[in-house]
């Protein structure tokens, strides 16, 4: 590998997430799995600062791009409201408990983060919009001889948190080949059948890649696009190949704050969505935008973030067939729909049940998916916002006669 590439990977870890970050990290997702509270905090009955400066944080992942555009193009601003330039965060943990803490009063966290924060550990987060669809992959690196999920018995894949939609999403095709995930030590021998899962932070991925401590991994864009420009590696599978339009992250706030400051809320709303719909519609001006190379929104060359977002065509990914479904399906690598449909939080509060994770699920067993789709989410602010600036009927996947239901389709 060349000095450049060594330069570019080293850059990444240096600036992405520390070791005592990924730490935290774990502790938080051990938290997670056994009902704990995240270390050093207690999230119930925090109130956020009594004032109307937007304050976002956010992981340099192309996750927070409604986020990052709704700033960078001065959306918020335009909506009257005052903000503050958005903050990187080098993990997840950090970032939840800026949030509770009132730190950050907009941000983007998994999805399965909110669920676990309102009915784990009683904070009032809500769940605002969607903060984009599709936008993962499965790479494996160039050591790896795999075209389809059935090759990938017996190999070591790293994701990014037990309680993740790539965490969901991988066992689908794990399962549909017939193969068991399993979490065992990285040295203990595995079955024919056996895929052994381990957690790992998305900038260690690309170097472990490389260097083939791990045979693939699953994870947010433009990780999988630096992984294939700097490390060797190759796309077995899009996400959003397999589960039409799947949603990852999604963009919250305070219940005490949606409910206080109902007008402040609609104008962030506003901005949201309507750069969700400029996103979507300039995704290459907005990757260079959000790149190093732009306003360095991500630590990330233009070139990684542009390949993140726009380059999705059959032929160029053919052998492995990492897209199956693109003129059923009609969607991008990334894409933007700011809509957060019920009948994808109630499969996802499902597949949690059914997911294998490193503990205990007991906080996920009497949770009600329908239940759920409606205490967590709120619908008012974002279909308020989505009749004020249209062209997010344009999206994949958006009936613009019934915008607010659909039906998920999975196609391993």
Excluded at 3 to 10: A, N, P, R, S, V
Excluded at 311 to 331: L, V
Aim: one cysteine or more.
């Amino acid at each position: 590998m060349s000095k450049k590439h060594d330069d570019e990977l080293d850059y990444i870890n240096k600036h992405e997430m520390s070791r005592r970050d990924f730490m935290l990290d774990m502790m938080a997702m051990g938290g997670l799995a056994a009902g704990m509270s995240l270390p050093g905090m207690s999230m119930a009955n925090i109130t956020p600062p009594d004032d109307e400066v937007v304050r976002i944080g956010y992981l340099p992942i192309t996750d927070a791009t409604a986020l990052l555009v709704a700033h960078g193009m001065g959306f918020l601003e335009e909506e009257g409201l005052k903000t503050e330039k958005p903050t990187l965060i080098r993990g997840w943990s950090p970032l939840v408990e800026g949030f509770a803490a009132g730190k950050f009063n907009l941000v983007h966290l998994l999805k399965p983060i909110p669920v676990w924060m309102r009915y784990n550990n009683d904070f009032p987060v809500k769940v605002m919009s969607w903060a984009h669809i599709n936008g993962s992959a499965l790479v494996v690196g160039k050591h790896v001889d795999a075209e389809d999920f059935k090759d990938l018995g017996g190999k070591q894949i790293a994701v990014p948190y037990w309680y993740s939609m790539h965490n969901i999403v991988l066992q689908m095709g794990l399962r549909s080949a017939g193969l068991k995930p399993v979490i065992k030590d990285q040295q203990a021998p595995l079955a024919a059948d056996e895929v052994n899962l381990m957690i790992m932070p998305p900038p260690d991925m690309p170097p472990a890649l490389a260097a083939r401590k791990i045979d693939a991994f699953i994870v947010a864009e433009p990780f999988n696009a630096f992984g294939e420009l700097k490390a060797g590696g190759k796309m077995l599978r899009f996400t959003g190949d397999m589960w039409k339009n799947h949603p990852c992250c999604v963009v919250c706030m305070n219940e005490n704050t949606v409910n206080a400051k109902p007008e402040w809320t609609q104008k962030v709303m506003n901005a949201i969505v309507r750069a969700e719909v400029y996103a979507q519609q300039n995704k290459e001006e907005v990757a260079v935008m959000m790149s190093r190379d732009g306003k360095g929104y991500l630590p990330m060359p233009a070139e990684a973030v542009v390949r993140a977002m726009t380059f999705y065509d059959e032929k160029d990914y053919a052998q492995p067939h990492a897209i199956r479904h693109k003129e059923e399906f009609n969607n991008g690598r990334i894409d933007f729909s700011p809509f957060p449909y019920p009948s994808a939080t109630e499969m996802i509060v499902e597949a949690m049940n059914d997911t294998l994770v490193g503990g205990e699920k007991t906080f996920l067993e009497n949770l009600d998916p329908q239940f759920v789709s409606k205490d967590l989410v709120d619908y008012k602010h974002v279909k308020a916002a989505m009749a004020k600036y249209p062209g997010w009927e344009t999206a994949p996947g958006v009936d613009p006669s019934n915008p607010y239901s659909r039906t998920e389709v999975v196609k391993i």
